[in-house]
């Protein structure tokens, strides 16, 4: 698991972004905010919406779900079909149900074509990006300087605000109706959706301002929970069981995100007689992010010797080992969670890291490294690190044209179009003619006019 740099901010004419959301956002949030990339859990959250996708006609690649830290209670849709899911909102369900059923709502907002959609600049841009445009459209609107932000009058005084929402309510009950519909087709309980709004319910009693980002972005009336309610009452799945795998991953999943982002409140919530996987995860994670070295290690070695085929725990120990600076032996585990996983490319990122950092200038391992980054690129085309590592494995090798054009991918990915332009440039003059290298390029100089 990987905190990214700091948020961008970009102009709301470069981003798509769901009606509400803007609403939802305060300035204070807008720094507060970063995305987390990890393999475990993107991979639970993807097999569990594979049936929602399915019954939408569909593939799981047209839809990218992404992990924002926070403690907010939020999702959302943006720059396409991405669907941005709060740690927050995680930590907040009880069960898988009520997070497929939140995921299968945002779907229906894709679905149901409730995107405003400005121009197409963002398809290449990173989830960072995406994430940083619209936290700072959102802070901009929220504290009344709408403009700042390039949003021009949307949303800019209270009348405006009052329709804009009004016409949000319409879209989430809509979205509602598809999600259901959807869980239906799958043969899916939709029940979850139902109680993860029951949750909520109260909040809309409270201020806005101590209501979390989901209520005002998501406005939830009791006619709302009625209609879901009816819908649910009435489905032919209301007793259908969830896989018990699905539960067990659940628990596997909020574990991690505790001891990762509260590592203090683990042993509130896991008792020392708890030997569950999930209760020695969640403590695992936590000596990592408090330093506790040996203790960390210890207990991912714990988990290794219960599960010896599980890729996510050797690649939680590589990553303790690269932050303890201890990098050749991450080596070990990390080639373990590759063999396990070969098309991860968030492990074979990890594993090209510690290789050029291992390496010297010894070409035998740099050459590895770029292999495990080609396979990463291919399965994480918007990533900024798996670039700017190529950039770094090929400058080693003295590569000049291939590591300006890493660094141009890069650059584009983050949307700083002069920097990209630049190396583009530079990198065409020296790629071998006709290459796929030299013809991307080429392609960034076109989209960096």
Request: aromatic share 6%; proline share 4%; glycine share 6%.
């Amino acid at each position: 698991m990987n905190d990214t740099q700091s948020m961008r901010k970009l102009s709301l004419k470069k981003i798509f972004y769901l009606f509400g959301f803007i609403a939802c956002l305060l300035p204070q949030n807008a720094q507060a905010q970063s995305i987390i990339r990890d393999s475990e859990i993107e991979s639970y959250l993807s097999q569990w919406f594979a049936p929602i996708f399915k019954a939408n006609n569909m593939s799981p690649s047209q839809v990218k779900i992404i992990l924002v830290q926070d403690k907010e209670i939020n999702a959302f849709v943006a720059g396409g079909s991405n669907i941005f899911l709060y740690t927050g909102l995680i930590q907040k369900t009880d069960n898988p149900g009520e997070l497929i059923g939140v995921m299968a709502h945002e779907l229906g907002h894709v679905t149901g074509g409730h995107l405003v959609r400005g121009r197409e600049a963002l398809e290449q841009a990173s989830y960072e990006s995406i994430l940083g445009t619209i936290i700072g459209v959102g802070a901009a609107v929220a504290s009344g300087q709408a403009g700042a932000a390039g949003a021009g009058s949307l949303a800019a005084n209270s009348v405006a605000q009052r329709r804009f929402l009004a016409k949000t309510r319409t879209f989430e009950s809509s979205a509602d109706q598809a999600a259901i519909t959807s869980m239906e087709r799958s043969n899916m309980n939709p029940e979850g959706l139902l109680t993860f709004m029951r949750k909520l319910e109260g909040q809309e009693l409270v201020p806005a301002s101590q209501q979390s980002e989901y209520v005002r972005s998501h406005p939830l009336t009791r006619n709302r929970i009625t209609r879901i309610e009816a819908k649910v009452n009435g489905s032919n799945n209301k007793d259908k069981a969830l896989p018990a795998e699905w539960t067990a991953q659940h628990q596997r999943m909020k574990a991690k995100l505790l001891g990762y982002i509260r590592p203090e409140q683990v042993a509130w919530v896991y008792d020392t007689n708890d030997q569950s996987i999930p209760a020695m995860y969640a403590r695992s994670v936590a000596d990592y992010r408090q330093n506790n070295i040996e203790g960390a290690l210890d207990k991912i070695n714990d988990l290794i010797s219960k599960e010896p085929d599980n890729p996510y725990f050797y690649e939680l120990k590589g990553q303790m080992l690269v932050e303890f600076g201890r990098v050749p032996q991450a080596i070990k585990p990390l080639k373990r969670a590759v063999m396990i996983s070969p098309q991860d490319g968030l492990m074979r990122t990890a594993l090209a890291h510690v290789q050029i950092e291992s390496a010297n200038d010894n070409e035998v391992i740099l050459n590895e490294a770029i292999v495990n980054l080609k396979i990463a690129i291919q399965a994480e085309p918007r990533s900024t690190r798996a670039h700017r590592l190529m950039a770094t494995a090929y400058g080693r090798m003295e590569n000049d044209a291939y590591a300006r054009f890493h660094l141009a991918e890069e650059a584009l990915l983050q949307n700083n179009k002069p920097y990209a332009k630049q190396q583009a440039e530079i990198a065409l003059a020296k790629l071998p003619k006709g290459s796929t290298a030299a013809q991307r390029a080429r392609d960034i100089l076109i989209f960096t006019k």
